[in-house]
């Protein structure tokens, strides 16, 4: 069992700092609303911290879970932020989706002063998280890999290293480039079968035991027939992922035009006032112009 730190106890970060508890690990946590922290050590015992620094003080690795680049910056950098608290030989695992530069940037801040750093963001959202069935992309070397993935396989089903620091953040941009084009078409079919006067659930049910079929598909189609949105991963997060992946390939030459054109339409769903809805709502454009 390890001495671990969890900083950023959001809906991702909270329960996975839950497991790791929950496996016996040694956890101290820390979160910006010192309230989440107070709460989540009533509920798994452990310990907070009034800092970033406070809380991986001793550890042997330390977990990031926060909202974007900026926000990562202003928990590991600093007087008060995580490499200021972390010694020699020591793990910075950082679970929050952002740049593959930001990824970069950090493992050489934190090489300077002998702590090895790992990119690691998640995919398989809040249920993911709750259920300990998180897909985890790694960027960083194979030794603090291997250190740390049994830590990890607390909360994932998979865990896998994808290459040097950055390899992780650049797979979980082909995740969200994967995901946005596959939801505007689902939006587009299950909009076409109801102006059909389709049963959209029957048309569900048989075509995701065809080609068509999707984890989107079987996730997310009765409820977007529904028109229920209030769950799951925010638009404002799939328009942080999505920005993050159209710099990316402006920098690699890749073509993304019909990841370009859903990022558009995300716009117009935060336009709705959309921010936190599920990025299913895609479907409400169609169903409501
Ligand atoms: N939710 C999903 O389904 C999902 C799935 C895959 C990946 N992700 C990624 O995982 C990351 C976290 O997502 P989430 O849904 O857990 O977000 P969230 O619920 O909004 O939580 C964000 C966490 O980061 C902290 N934070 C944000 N900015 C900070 C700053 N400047 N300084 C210190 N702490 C800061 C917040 O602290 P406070 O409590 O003080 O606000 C909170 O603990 C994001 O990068 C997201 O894209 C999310």
Redesign the pocket.
């Known amino acids: 069992m390890a001495k671990v730190a969890f900083i950023?106890?959001?809906?991702?970060?909270f329960p996975m700092a839950g497991h790791l508890a929950a496996k016996g690990h040694d956890v101290t946590v820390y979160?910006?609303?010192g309230k989440?922290a107070a709460a989540w050590v009533a509920k798994h015992g452990g310990a907070h911290a009034a800092t970033p620094a406070g809380a991986v003080k001793g550890v042997e690795i330390a977990f990031v879970?926060?909202?974007?680049d900026?926000?990562l910056r202003?928990?590991i950098y600093g007087d008060e932020g995580a490499l200021a608290g972390l010694g020699k030989g020591t793990i910075l695992v950082d679970?929050?989706?952002?740049s593959a530069g930001v990824a970069r940037e950090i493992a050489k801040a934190a090489a300077k002063q002998g702590v090895l750093f790992l990119d690691a963001?998640?995919?398989?959202?809040?249920a993911g998280a709750e259920n300990a069935r998180l897909t985890v992309m790694v960027g960083g070397e194979q030794a603090a890999f291997d250190t740390a993935k049994p830590v990890i396989d607390s909360y994932a089903r998979a865990c896998v290293l994808m290459g040097a620091a950055g390899a992780g953040q650049l797979t979980k941009m082909v995740n969200q480039i994967c995901i946005a084009g596959l939801v505007q078409a689902l939006a587009e079919g299950l909009n076409f079968a109801q102006r059909a006067g389709l049963d959209g659930k029957r048309v569900v049910e048989v075509i995701s035991k065809g080609a068509a079929q999707s984890w989107q598909m079987e996730n997310r189609g009765e409820t977007m027939i529904d028109g229920k949105f209030d769950f799951?991963?925010?638009v404002d997060?799939m328009r942080?992922?999505l920005g993050i992946c159209l710099d990316e390939a402006k920098k690699n030459g890749a073509r993304l035009p019909v990841t370009a054109l859903v990022d558009q339409f995300y716009a117009q769903v935060q336009a709705r006032g959309g921010n936190r809805w599920d990025t299913s709502s895609l479907i409400h454009l169609l169903k409501n112009d």
């Open positions: 950023g106890l959001g809906v991702m970060g979160n910006r609303t989440k879970c926060v909202g974007n900026d926000d202003s928990v679970h929050t989706t952002a963001p998640v995919s398989g959202g809040q799951g991963f925010a997060w942080k992922d």
